[in-house]
């Protein structure tokens, strides 16, 4: 990672410093400043420094961040899984943060998305062109932010992450260990991304932001195999001693059936250690025993 022109270490706040921004943040250390900005800043990991402020409330931002920012990693998640609570995460937050920074341009904000905002569900493959038309509220109030961070005054990169799975994110493996997942084949596609690799990824292009190499504004995250469910979950069982499923038990996700394309990120030089499905749930398996 490069130093700043003064010579200093960069300065990056992570807005939202709870599993994957703490993650981010302590991958960032070695070489950089950094902030990390949650409601209880004693819950930044070790080595960041933490920040109390709501995002909701501007006036717990005034005075409390800190000058000179390089970059900034906006990373929150929905305190409710309503609609105010989407807003409050992907609009009203950023938009409060943006003021609270002023006019003092970044080298980068990056802006963690999903590829919720895709609602195709023809088992065609998306890319960072592809038409985001999101049915549901959650997806919309997602764009919505986007858009703010693309029109602000600071260059702007958007990271589209699919499901993130990982030892810290376990619930899929444990619904198929206890015969609660059960998709009927041939299932809807799903696509995917180890929660190391998602961490390494804003790395990876916070790192080609400060060395001053050029960026796309929108990335696609997500692992080299869309995978129809029910092939992962077969996987599994045949890797692992499972209960049979359950008569109740889940046939699969809400996130329709299409294959997310990461050749733009791949192309940015990023190389996965979990390039497939295989590779994560094959560890996370070995782990349990």
């Not at 501007?58 to 609609?83: F, K, Q, W």
């Not at 807003?87 to 409060?96: F, I, M, P």
């Not at 970044?106 to 038409?131: H, M, N, P």
């Not at 995978?227 to 809400?254: F, H, S």
Request: charged letters at 25%; hydrophobic letters at 35%; glycine letters at 8%.
């Amino acid at each position: 990672m490069a130093n700043t022109e003064n010579g200093h270490l960069p300065r990056i706040l992570v807005a939202g410093c709870g599993k994957l921004g703490g993650s981010i943040a302590s991958a960032l250390l070695d070489n950089a400043k950094v902030f990390g900005l949650r409601r209880d800043a004693s819950k930044v990991p070790k080595g960041v420094t933490g920040i109390s402020a709501d995002l909701t409330r501007p006036e717990t931002l005034v005075g409390a961040l800190p000058a000179g920012l390089d970059v900034v990693i906006y990373c929150l998640t929905p305190s409710s899984y309503d609609e105010d609570g989407y807003r409050n995460a992907y609009v009203t937050g950023l938009a409060n943060l943006l003021d609270a920074i002023g006019n003092h341009p970044l080298k980068r904000l990056i802006f963690v998305s999903s590829t919720s905002v895709y609602a195709q569900d023809d088992d065609g493959w998306v890319d960072e062109t592809s038409e985001t038309a999101p049915a549901r509220f959650s997806g919309q109030q997602i764009i919505a932010g986007e858009q703010i961070a693309l029109e602000s005054i600071h260059p702007a990169t958007i990271v589209r992450f699919s499901g993130i799975y990982g030892p810290s994110r376990q619930r899929f493996l444990e619904e198929v260990l206890e015969g609660r997942m059960n998709p009927q084949s041939p299932a809807p596609f799903s696509n995917r991304i180890h929660e190391v690799d998602a961490a390494r990824v804003v790395v990876h292009l916070v790192d080609r932001a400060l060395a001053g190499k050029t960026l796309e504004p929108v990335y696609i995250a997500s692992d080299c195999e869309p995978v129809r469910l029910d092939e992962v979950v077969d996987w599994v069982r045949e890797q692992v001693a499972c209960k049979p499923p359950q008569t109740d038990a889940r046939k699969g996700g809400r996130a329709g059936s299409k294959r997310c394309s990461n050749r733009r990120l791949l192309e940015s030089g990023f190389t996965f250690r979990y390039p497939d499905f295989r590779a994560g749930y094959r560890e996370m398996i070995d782990s349990l025993s």
